[in-house]
C-alpha cells in the first residue's frame, strides 16, 4: 500500500482475507495519504515456530531499516497497538526520532477476546461444519478458558480444538492432508500473533498513543473506567461506530490523516 510520500507510516495488524473487521487497505482508500504505508506480514509458518513478540518486532524492523527511509508514525489495530509501541520504539532507537503511535481500538492480548475470535472462526465456518461439531468446538473452548490461565497454552489449546474440528470438516469436503494442514497453520498463525503479544509491555509506548476509538462496549479501551482509559493512552478520539469498522470510517481516516500531515 503506497502513495507519493517519501516517508513510512507502519501499520500492525493480522490481515486475513474475507475476516468482518475492515483492514488497512479500506483506510489507505479513505484516506489519501501524502506518505507510504507498510502493513506488517508474519512469518511463513515454518519460520514461525518458536518465536516470541520481541522475534516479531526485530523481524519487522529488519526490513525497514534496510530500507533506510524515515518512519513517520507507526499504526496498530486490536492487539497491534501492543505491537506497535515496540516497533516504534525500536525505530526509534535507529533513527534517532521515535515515530508517532496511533492506535485502533488498542488492546492487550486476552485470553476472553482471543476466545471471541475462535468460536466467531468457528461460526464462520457453518458452510463446511456440522451444527454438532460446531457445539464441540464452542464447548471444548470454554472448558479451556476455564482450565488454562496461561493466554500462550491457551492457544495452543484453541489450535487443537480448530485441528480436530476443522480436520474433519475438510476432509469431509475432499481436501487432503496437506491442504487440511496448511489452514490449520494459518489460523495458528493468528493465534500466536494474538498470544505472543504478551511478551511486550506497551505501558511506556502507549503513554504517546493516540487512540482511535469505536462504540463497541468490549473493544480496546471501552471496558476500563475514564479514570484508567486516560491514564492508558496520552489522547483518545471516540467515534459512534462499531470496531469492525474503524478502518473504514471516512471521519477515522480524516481525523488520522491530519494527526500525521
Known amino acids: 500500500m503506497t502513495s507519493d510520500g517519501k516517508d513510512l507510516v507502519l501499520a500492525v495488524d493480522f490481515a486475513v482475507t474475507g475476516r468482518p473487521q475492515a483492514g488497512f487497505p479500506e483506510f489507505v482508500a479513505l484516506a489519501h495519504p501524502q506518505f507510504s504505508l507498510w502493513e506488517t506480514l508474519p512469518p511463513a ?57 496511533i492506535g485502533f481500538d488498542p488492546e492487550l492480548p486476552r485470553r476472553d477476546v482471543v476466545c471471541h475470535h475462535f468460536l466467531t472462526t468457528m461460526e464462520g465456518m457453518s458452510g463446511l461444519l456440522t451444527p ?46 496437506k491442504r487440511s494442514e496448511e489452514f490449520v497453520a494459518t489460523f495458528g498463525l493468528f493465534l500466536h500473533f494474538f498470544v505472543r503479544g504478551s511478551d511486550l509491555d506497551p505501558t511506556a509506548g502507549w503513554k504517546s498513543l493516540t487512540a482511535m476509538t469505536s462504540a463497541t462496549p468490549t473493544s480496546g479501551l471501552n471496558p476500563l473506567s475514564e479514570a484508567d482509559r486516560a491514564d492508558r493512552v496520552a489522547k483518545e478520539i471516540r467515534f459512534p461506530v462499531e470496531h469492525a469498522d474503524l478502518l473504514r470510517t471516512p471521519d477515522v481516516a480524516t481525523t488520522v490523516t491530519g494527526l500525521l500531515s
Open 132 to 177: 454438532a461439531e460446531i457445539t464441540h468446538a464452542q464447548q471444548a473452548a470454554g472448558q479451556a478458558l476455564t482450565d488454562e490461565g496461561d493466554i500462550k497454552k491457551f492457544g495452543e489449546r484453541l489450535l487443537e480444538i480448530f485441528r480436530e474440528v476443522g480436520g474433519a470438516a475438510f476432509a469431509r469436503v475432499g481436501l487432503d492432508a
Open 45 to 101: 509458518p515454518e519460520e514461525d515456530a518458536g518465536m516470541t513478540g520481541a522475534d516479531y518486532v526485530e523481524r519487522w524492523a529488519a526490513d525497514v531499516l534496510r530500507e533506510g527511509r524515515p518512519v513517520r508514525a507507526v499504526m496498530g489495530y486490536c492487539v497491534g497497538a501492543v505491537y506497535a509501541a515496540a516497533l516504534a520504539e525500536r525505530i526509534g532507537r535507529s533513527q534517532g526520532e521515535t515515530p508517532a503511535l
